[in-house]
Nanobody, 121 residues
Framework: QVRVEESGGGSVQAGGSLRLSCTAS????????MAWFRQAPGKQRESVAD???????NYAESVRGRFTISRDNAKNTIYLQMNNLKPEDTAVYYC???????????????WGQGTQVTVSS
């Protein structure tokens, strides 16, 4: 059983910053990719950024240069530093833990409940 918990959401004005955290607990997920997704009202959930255990990162084009994903493997925690926030960044942000085999084959996804980020103009 893997538990995923996000924190750090809130309301800011455009141009402001927020830092999200996501911690995974439990067992059986030593090989994983952790990621942030977001879903705005009336829109599909979209990938924001992801990071492997080794630290390899990917970003959505819409957040590249403004958001930074990082992780602390000892704490099974990832962070999303969000700078220069825009109203279009308003969404519920979800953390996903994608568990893979040692060879990289996908096994299962675990999701958090989400945290609201609201950016006002």
């Amino acid at each position: 059983q893997v538990r995923v918990e996000e924190s750090g959401g809130g309301s800011v004005q455009a141009g402001g910053s927020l830092r999200l955290s996501c911690t995974a607990s439990g067992s059986g997920f030593s090989n994983n990719v952790m990621a942030w997704f977001r879903q705005a009202p009336g829109k599909q959930r979209e990938s924001v950024a992801d990071i492997t255990v080794e630290g390899s990162r990917n970003y959505a084009e819409s957040v590249r240069g403004r958001f930074t994903i990082s992780r602390d493997n000892a704490k099974n925690t990832i962070y999303l530093q969000m700078n220069n926030l825009k109203p279009e960044d308003t969404a519920v942000y979800y953390c996903r833990v994608k568990v893979t085999s040692r060879g990289g084959i996908w096994l299962v996804d675990h999701w958090g409940q989400g945290t609201q980020v609201t950016v006002s103009s």
